[in-house]
């Protein structure tokens, strides 16, 4: 399974800041969308990142309080990334290494989507069980075959 299998069922619905919004109109963005990432976006281009994790450190180290920061300050400026054509596998290890819940998803210097790490714990779930069903299936026409035969 690649990354591009997950985007096709979860979709490519994006939510973007640029990096000279104020923090706390992305704040509000996220908390209205129940989304836990936006996408930083300059001039068509990738520019970084902003998750609850970044807001948080920013509420931490302001005291409990936002502030009148532009987004540019509080982004992950970096954010690990991966193509359309990357294995889950591999993700999955570049999440639990990196300890990244949201990944934007690049095709060359296009954003293709983000997809999370719930994204990825549901598709292999699903493929997960999907397999089980078909060895099961298997199994019980083997028994099948093999009851007719005795």
Known sequence: MKVADILRVKGTALYTVAPGAPLVDAVNLMAELDIGSAVVMEFGELAGMLTFREVINRLHANGGA???????????????TVTSDT???????????????????????????????????????????????????????YRETEEARS
């Open 87 to 141: 294995n889950i596998m591999e993700v999955r290890r570049l999440m639990l290494e990196r300890h990244a819940r949201y990944l934007p998803v690049m095709d060359g210097r296009t954003l293709a989507g983000v997809i999370s790490f719930y994204d990825v714990a549901k598709a292999v779930l699903e493929e997960q069980s999907f397999e089980n069903k078909m060895l099961k299936a298997y199994i019980g026409d």
């Open 66 to 80: 936002i502030g009148d920061i532009p987004t540019r300050a509080a982004m992950d400026p970096a954010p690990l």
